[in-house]
């Protein structure tokens, strides 16, 4: 998985899902700086990438669980990636809103699922892990037998990898940050320098600053 890694990581940055910039940070919604900024749902737009990645997932799915009946997205960035893997795979869909509906029959879980049944969810990305897990706990609530998570990418936050350890959650991502990183700096996107500063922003980047 090392090369279909760094393979990903190459198209991400290709086609501009994502984004370095260590010297012009960008902001996140929680309001921390950051010099990456990521954007998984543009990876539909190009098939190649979106195939690419569908069929990793499917792969991942096959290797690590091969008794999935039933794939899961998580709403919204991936439920589109989920679609596709369960259909390259021939499984069931469902999909997990952040939170139940308001308003008609107040699901949170959309789709026809069972009791018991077995389940991997879909992900695009990892960073805190909250909401990822958030959707982990709303399948078990369900009733659901959770096999564990696959996302497109992860920053490899020691904060997630907490959270997922603290609900027995296997995670597997098709890209993470270090082989981004190797990417950027093999394909000349940053110098050695830069490296430094996206290494210390991953320590802590609730208090990172340029």
């Known amino acids: 998985m090392e090369n279909s890694a760094k393979k990903i990581a190459e198209y991400l940055m290709q086609i501009k899902a994502i984004k ?15 010099p990456i900024y990521c ?9 190649v990438v979106r195939s690419y990645i569908r069929d990793t997932f499917a792969a991942l799915v ?4 091969p008794q ?12 589109a990636h989920g679609a596709l893997a369960a259909d390259k795979l021939g499984l069931p869909f469902i999909y997990v809103r952040s939170e139940t509906k308001s308003h008609g029959l ?7 699922y069972e009791k018991g049944q077995k389940v991997v969810v879909i992900e695009d990305l990892i ?8 959707a982990v706990k709303a399948l078990r609530e369900a009733g659901c037998e959770v096999l564990g998570m696959i996302a497109i990418f992860t920053y490899g936050f020691q904060k997630a990898t907490d959270g997922f350890a603290a609900e027995k959650c296997t995670l597997h991502t098709l ?13 000349g996107y940053i110098g050695q320098s830069e490296v430094e500063t996206l290494k210390k922003w991953r320590v802590d980047p609730s208090t990172w600053s340029v």
């Open 106 to 112: 107040g699901n949170q879980i959309e789709g026809y």
């Open 68 to 79: 999935a009946e039933i794939i899961a997205g998580v709403a919204t960035g991936a439920i």
């Open 62 to 65: 096959k290797e690590h669980y």
């Open 127 to 134: 960073s805190t892990g909250g909401s990822s897990l958030n």
């Open 39 to 47: 954007d998984n749902r543009k990876t539909l737009s190009f098939p």
């Open 20 to 34: 370095l910039q260590p010297s012009n940070p960008f902001t996140w919604a929680s309001g921390w700086k950051s």
């Open 175 to 187: 890209s993470n940050y270090n082989a981004l990183v190797e990417c950027a700096v093999e394909t």
